[in-house]
């Protein structure tokens, strides 16, 4: 079946712009995380929904990061005013339940964020 | 709060020799220990996971991990490397979100 799908691949914005990232979770799953994941490291949790709540964004870098899910399934990342230091991948995962703690994260590919 | 270690930044295995990853962990209560592969220019892959039961556990694509609680161990293992194995492996510990350690990449030499 399908998987997390991420949108656009590749995004380059000029320092100060604002840019909106779009993830599909895989049909069903009630989970939906957003991580960044900077060259050579490891992703970085920003937040977590479950369903269309967001339960935690304790990872969002700034008050110009900011995330919705209004209807439980496809997400949107907004950067508002973006900086050099917002270049990195933005990986989107869905799980089926976030209660099951054993339920593993599907990673999309990915949207790569460059500011210029 | 949970967090994983990965002490090798790189890994350097020959073709059909063993391989291992090494992870260890830290989290209050029961771990949910997972690993993760990720190829250039891809999202992470899931591999395996650890919940309870059997110390070891089996993956996909021939890798298998063991959970060793003493001492906080999660090492990734493989008995025969492949080239196609050449990728950066994750180690992550599960409480709510998944928390993931720094990487390490394994170079499979033919």
């Known amino acids: 079946g399908a998987g997390v799908s991420q949108s656009p691949r590749y995004k380059v914005a000029k320092r100060g712009q604002d840019v909106a990232l779009r993830c599909d979770p895989i049909s069903g799953h009630v989970s939906l995380f957003w991580y960044q994941q900077a060259l050579g490291q490891g992703p970085e949790f920003l937040t977590y929904?479950?369903?269309?709540?967001?339960?935690?964004k304790s990872g969002l870098p700034s008050d110009r990061f900011f995330a919705e899910r209004p209807e439980g399934s496809v997400s949107t990342l907004k950067i508002q005013r973006t900086q050099q230091e917002d270049s990195a991948v933005y990986l989107c995962a869905s799980s089926l339940d976030s209660q099951v703690k054993g339920s593993p994260l599907h990673f999309g590919n990915g949207t790569r964020l460059t500011v210029t | 709060a949970q967090s994983v270690a990965q002490p090798e930044d790189q890994v350097n295995v020959a073709e059909g020799n063993p391989l291992t990853v090494k992870c260890t962990y830290s989290v209050s209560g029961n771990p949910y220990l997972f690993w993760y592969v990720q190829y250039p220019n891809r999202g992470l892959q899931f591999l395996l996971k650890?919940?309870?039961?059997?110390?070891l556990v089996k993956g996909s694509y021939g890798f298998e991990a063991e959970f060793n609680k003493s001492q906080t161990s999660f090492h990734l293992k493989k008995p025969s490397a492949l080239v196609s194995d050449s990728a950066l492996y994750f180690c992550?510990?599960?409480?709510?979100?998944?928390?993931f350690g720094t990487g390490t990449r394994l170079l499979v030499s033919p």
């Open positions: 929904f479950q369903n269309e709540a967001q339960l935690d």
């Open positions: 992550a510990v599960r409480t709510q979100k998944l928390v």
């Open positions: 650890y919940i309870t039961g059997d110390n």
